[in-house]
C-alpha cells in the first residue's frame, strides 16, 4: 500500500488504495485527555518548584564568609528629609 505524499505545489495526492479509518475516540474524550495530561504535567511541575523552593530555603546555606557585610539598616535619624 503506498501512503499520501505532498506534490510540488503543496497538494496531498492520495493513492487510489488509500483508505484511512475514523478516529476511535469523539473529540469530547479527546480534549477531556488532554486537559487532564495538562493537569497533570502542570501539578508535578508545581510540586517540584514548590518542594525544591522549601528544600532550598531550609536546608543549610553555603559559606558567606567572603560575601561582604551588610550595610547598617537606616533610621528615621539617619534618613535625609
Known sequence: MKTPHVDSI?????????????????????????????????????????SLGGYCLTSHGGDTRHLPARAPAATSVDSPR
Open 10 to 50: 503543496g497538494i496531498t495526492q492520495f493513492p487510489g488504495d488509500f483508505s484511512s479509518v475514523p478516529r476511535r475516540l469523539t473529540l469530547r474524550r479527546r480534549v477531556l485527555a488532554l486537559v487532564m495530561l495538562v493537569l497533570f504535567t502542570g501539578t508535578v511541575v508545581a510540586t517540584s518548584i514548590v
